[in-house]
């Protein structure tokens, strides 16, 4: 580890953006006002909402070290599709037990600290009466809620599209607050392919439907994940072309937040990880670590506590082992880590398939990745992985209310 770490620190992609960095944060420190007179410039947006200190606290909570979230929000829709891979039928009793299983699994809060649900979900109860938000809690993990409402097509454009879901999201998270969520999810998908894609068109209408959409769970007391995913599909673009994408993406999406004087500090970014087009060879974890760290320091202020990386069509395996290489650019000025579905669902519902006899086999093999995962985040990673090997999974659009 130390040796890749002394590699990756020596890289001219990203040395100087570490030293601009670190020149900014000395010249902005406090020491240059004079003591009696410090001066916190602070928007009446924040300064008015009663949330913000518990907006802040739960921000940092999720994001602290050796910790990520369990992304279970897929649409009914999509978790149907997800049962039916392993001969499961898409009933409410079937999704019921499929996310008990997950939110009861022994220990899992040794590693997760935040949970993402689906509406249903949310609302839910577990065989024994008990609600699954306070099945989290009592695991020292932070319910959360998928608020966006899926994916539309941008007329004009080659297949992009624009995320729905701001009419009546008000008093759809005062709903959820008072369920006990503390935090919200939207995610906004933007194609990636050689030239043409993303448009300005739906850079621009992502971005500002993240950013209205985090000024509206923040109002309402929930910390916004912002998620514009540059999407991993097919195509031969290079790894520096999804690098440049991103990084525009994301600079376009902190200018909206700033316009609706979102708090960065209470909320959660969710992009991806730097990757080619699928048509590419997969990179090795330490050119993917170079070009995401890269972005990220080049993009995202230091203010935002964490940022939790998707794992967007990557192997269980391949999702831990960039996880890992990423921690050889620190210290950065957030957290680095992890904000998996597939990643740490996939192989768990295999070996649960429906059968109450799997039932704790499936429940360990999800502690064992939540912990590779967990030791990956603090660079402790050290193998065998609980699911070795494994393809990636091509992440298509999903149109309409289908969700994630």
């Known amino acids: 580890m130390s040796v890749l770490k002394n590699q990756l620190w020596g890289d001219p992609l990203v040395s100087a953006v570490r030293q601009e960095w670190s020149t900014s944060r000395k010249s902005h420190s406090c020491s240059i006002i004079p003591s009696h007179r410090v001066v916190l410039m602070t928007s009446d947006f924040e300064k008015s909402n009663p949330y913000v200190h518990e907006l802040k606290k739960t921000a940092a909570y999720i994001a602290q070290p050796g910790k990520g979230i369990l992304a279970s929000d897929e649409s009914n829709a999509t978790t149907g599709k997800r049962l039916a891979t392993v001969g499961l039928e898409n009933t409410e009793e079937n999704r019921q037990a499929w996310r008990e299983l997950l939110y009861s699994a022994p220990g899992l809060g040794n590693y997760i600290s935040g949970t993402i649900m689906f509406e249903e979900t949310l609302f839910q109860s577990s065989r024994a009466g008990e609600q699954f938000v306070d099945i989290l809690k009592k695991q020292g993990i932070v319910p959360g809620i998928k608020v966006d409402t899926g994916l539309q097509p941008i007329d004009g454009t080659d297949g992009e599209t624009a995320?729905?879901?701001?009419?009546?999201?008000?008093?759809?998270?005062?709903?959820?607050?008072?369920?006990?969520?503390?935090?919200?999810?939207?995610?906004?998908?933007?194609?990636?392919?050689?030239?043409?894609?993303?448009?300005?068109?739906?850079?621009?209408?992502?971005?500002h439907g993240l950013a209205r959409y985090a000024q509206i769970a923040q109002a309402n007391g929930l910390v916004p994940i912002v998620e514009p995913e540059v999407t991993l599909g097919p195509g031969d673009y290079s790894i520096e072309r999804t690098a440049y994408v991103s990084e525009k993406v994301n600079s376009h999406v902190f200018r909206l937040l700033n316009e609706y004087n979102v708090i960065l500090e209470g909320i959660l970014l969710k992009p991806n990880m730097i990757l080619p087009g699928l048509d590419v060879p997969t990179p090795s974890p330490e050119e993917v670590a170079k070009y995401t760290v890269r972005t990220m320091l080049r993009s995202v202020p230091a203010a935002v506590p964490g940022i939790h990386f998707l794992s967007g069509g990557m192997s269980e395996e391949e999702a831990t082992l960039n996880l890992q290489a990423l921690q050889a650019y620190g210290p950065t000025p957030w957290s680095l880590t992890f904000s998996y579905g597939r990643a740490l669902q996939s192989s768990t519902l295999k070996i649960w398939s429906g059968k109450e006899s799997s039932w704790k086999a499936a429940q360990e093999r999800l502690v064992a990745l939540a912990k590779a995962n967990s030791e990956a985040q603090l660079g402790k990673y050290a193998g065998p992985h609980p699911s070795p090997g494994g393809a990636r999974i091509l992440q298509a659009l999903r149109l309409g209310g289908a969700g994630k």
């Not at 005062?174 to 933007?190: P, S, T």
């Open 163 to 207: 995320t729905q879901g701001l009419d009546g999201l008000a008093d759809r998270c005062k709903r959820y607050y008072e369920q006990g969520a503390r935090f919200a999810k939207w995610r906004a998908v933007l194609k990636v392919d050689s030239d043409k894609c993303p448009s300005s068109t739906a850079i621009l209408e992502n971005a």
